[in-house]
């Protein structure tokens, strides 16, 4: 008798969760919105941006026209046109919506410095720089590398010795450090502090 009424019980609560869970679909606390009016705004037709890439590539090309054959360099276009538009075929955005912008070209020329005069970047070796030589010479002691100094005895690993090496300045190791343009200069390790 109990199990019918525990039963009567919950079927009874189920409905009601029921009836509760449908009425909440039509919410008495929502606020209704009135339909919208047409707004009467007017709106200006979108402006389409400057090609920019196109006005520099003929620049570059017309310069370049002079130096070399006219075959050349309608190949050359076909080419560049190919290009452009694989390049805007990949991006969703419509085409007049893409800018592209072409490479620039800059050949490194090395700084030759007179005497040991450090002309790019600070006159020390940087953390960054002193991590990859460590690491790097650390490989070659664990690789069989023979050691440039004396072992001493509480030098245990490839680590300690490759850093020893270098504050020893027995490494002949030379860093290039690069500028934007283009402009490097090749310092012996031993140069830096």
Do not use: C
Request: charged share 25%.
């Amino acid at each position: 008798m109990q199990n019918s009424q525990h039963l009567i019980i919950y079927l009874l609560s189920f409905a009601v969760f029921l009836v509760v869970k449908s009425s909440s679909k039509s919410n008495p606390h929502k606020k209704t919105t009135q339909p919208k009016q047409k707004s009467t705004r007017v709106t200006k037709p979108k402006q389409k941006p400057a090609k920019k890439a196109t006005s520099d590539r003929s620049k570059v090309n017309s310069r370049n026209a002079s130096k070399r054959s006219p075959v050349k360099t309608l190949v050359e276009r076909k080419t560049d046109q190919q290009e452009r538009s694989q390049e805007i075929k990949k991006s969703s955005r419509p085409e007049d919506e893409v800018v592209t912008y072409t490479e620039i070209d800059f050949q490194l020329r090395e700084i030759i410095p007179s005497g040991k005069q450090v002309l790019v970047g600070p006159p020390s070796l940087t953390r960054f720089e002193r991590a990859r030589i460590t690491g790097a010479r650390s490989l070659q002691l664990s690789l069989g590398a023979p050691a440039l100094l004396k072992i001493p005895e509480e030098i245990k690993d490839s680590v300690a010795l490759a850093s020893l090496e270098l504050y020893a300045k027995a490494l002949p190791i030379s860093i290039r450090r690069v500028l934007p343009n283009g402009m490097y200069q090749d310092i012996p390790a031993n140069w830096l502090n």
